[in-house]
T-cell receptor
Framework: AQKITQTQPGMFVQEKEAVTLDCTYDTSDPSYGLFWYKQPSSGEMIFLIYQGSYDQQNATEGRYSLNFQKARKSANLVISASQLGDSAMYFCAMREGPNDYKLSFGAGTTVTVRA | DTEVTQTPKHLVMGMTNKKSLKCEQHMGHRAMYWYKQKAKKPPELMFVYSYEKLSINESVPSRFSPECPNSSLLNLHLHALQPEDSALYLC??????????????FGDGTRLSIL
């Protein structure tokens, strides 16, 4: 079974608008971490934001915020005030347990910001 | 600039060649990773080194041979590769085991083409 599901293969957003990228996950481990990465066409994977399973508040990092709904097993990324430089592929990933090195990645969502 | 440095950025090699990919980090991380990524797909884990010892080998063909000379360096030796091995190879590092809320930090990758 897929551990991370990203159902939006591609999205278009107008510059300065907000965009929400969906991510749902599946795990039976009570301890897990959720990560979002951005990958521009240049190839580098850039870490954006982290949410832990025990965190009470939604994570925020600048223009990035994570809408964490634990009961629904969703961890959607919200990018506010989109910029042209936000055009990239975005991956949601999960690590289960404190001793597991593996990251389970979703299929990714391509975001294109229009001027 | 990323804190994980990969060289070379591009590599073209024949199927009979031997080459090496190099990765270096100076963040004091004790876990280092090799991933293979095909276009528009998520990264696939190949190897994990933890405290300079091979911790995970995801059933990677023996034509890929990893090496961790010290805690800052990670190599991937390539020999007799096949055209389907053409991909982006990403190196990553993270803090050691038990620190699951810390992200993996990725390099820019090496784009490998097999002729």
């Amino acid at each position: 079974a897929q551990k991370i599901t990203q159902t939006q293969p591609g999205m278009f957003v107008q510059e300065k608008e907000a965009v929400t990228l969906d991510c749902t996950y599946d795990t039976s481990d009570p301890s897990y971490g959720l990560f979002w990465y951005k990958q521009p066409s240049s190839g580098e994977m850039i870490f954006l934001i982290y949410q832990g399973s025990y965190d009470q508040q939604n994570a925020t990092e600048g223009r990035y915020s994570l809408n964490f709904q634990k009961a629904r097993k969703s961890a959607n990324l919200v990018i506010s005030a989109s910029q042209l430089g936000d055009s990239a592929m975005y991956f949601c990933a999960m690590r289960e347990g404190p001793n597991d090195y593996k990251l389970s990645f979703g299929a990714g969502t391509t975001v294109t910001v229009r001027a | 600039d990323t804190e994980v440095t990969q060289t070379p950025k591009h590599l073209v090699m024949g199927m009979t060649n031997k080459k090496s990919l190099k990765c270096e980090q100076h963040m004091g991380h004790r876990a280092m990773y090799w991933y293979k990524q095909k276009a528009k797909k998520p990264p696939e884990l190949m190897f994990v080194y933890s405290y300079e010892k091979l911790s995970i080998n995801e059933s990677v063909p023996s034509r890929f041979s990893p090496e961790c000379p010290n805690s800052s360096l990670l190599n991937l030796h390539l020999h007799a590769l096949q055209p389907e091995d053409s991909a982006l190879y990403l190196c990553a590092s993270s803090q050691g085991q038990g620190v699951y809320n810390q992200p993996q930090h990725f390099g820019d990758g090496t784009r490998l083409s097999i002729l």
